[in-house]
């Protein structure tokens, strides 16, 4: 009999912009774990990022709205939007928890989170509260909480693209436009965004 808790992965970032590799990692986890459906939660402000070469708010949001609009598993959410910035990982999910007490959430993340989160605000309630499914990042060690019961490596393939390097691509006059949904390349073209 199945239970009536969804198994939901939040996927936080920027998506500055949404790219074709976040798409992939999010369909990984569906097809290749237990997760049942993916939340991209849309940062406003990352504590730990500089906010001046963020697009606004709701551009990012936007275009995560255009690139999951096909695939009822996915789903973009602003619920950041509303909250004390900056963000904090804990606090938006004591929110979430507190709004779908039906969901039981895994925090999706690349390994490339871990040479700061210990900086992260309450990091041990985190790891002890919640699950962590890794997914793998370039360039990335071994770290402390390698071994901790609530991290799973999940053996996802390696993607290098990055927001950064499609943002500097697109600055630099190349075309992007295969390294992004169709949607949000058409959008950030007609939007003169990164130039």
Known sequence: MKS?????????????????????????????T????????ISP???????STLLPDVNRLYMV??????????KA???????PQPSYTIDTLTFLQEKYPTHDFTL???SDIFPTFHKWKNYEQLLS???????????????PYENHPSIAYVNAPLIEISSSFIRNGIKA???MQYFLPDKVWKYIDEMNFYR
């Open 108 to 110: 999706l993340a690349g």
């Open 4 to 32: 009536n808790i969804t198994k939901t992965g939040l996927f936080f970032g920027s998506f500055n912009p949404i790219h074709l590799g976040h798409l992939m990692i999010a369909s990984y986890m569906i097809e290749f």
């Open 65 to 74: 709205n255009i690139a999951v609009e096909d695939e009822p598993r996915f």
């Open 34 to 41: 237990d997760i049942d459906d993916v939340w991209f939660i």
């Open 173 to 175: 006059g190349k075309n």
């Open 45 to 51: 402000h990352n504590p730990l990022k500089e906010k």
């Open 129 to 143: 509260l919640y699950q962590f499914n890794i997914f793998p990042r370039p360039f990335t060690k071994a770290h």
């Open 77 to 83: 959410s602003n619920v950041e939007f509303h909250m």
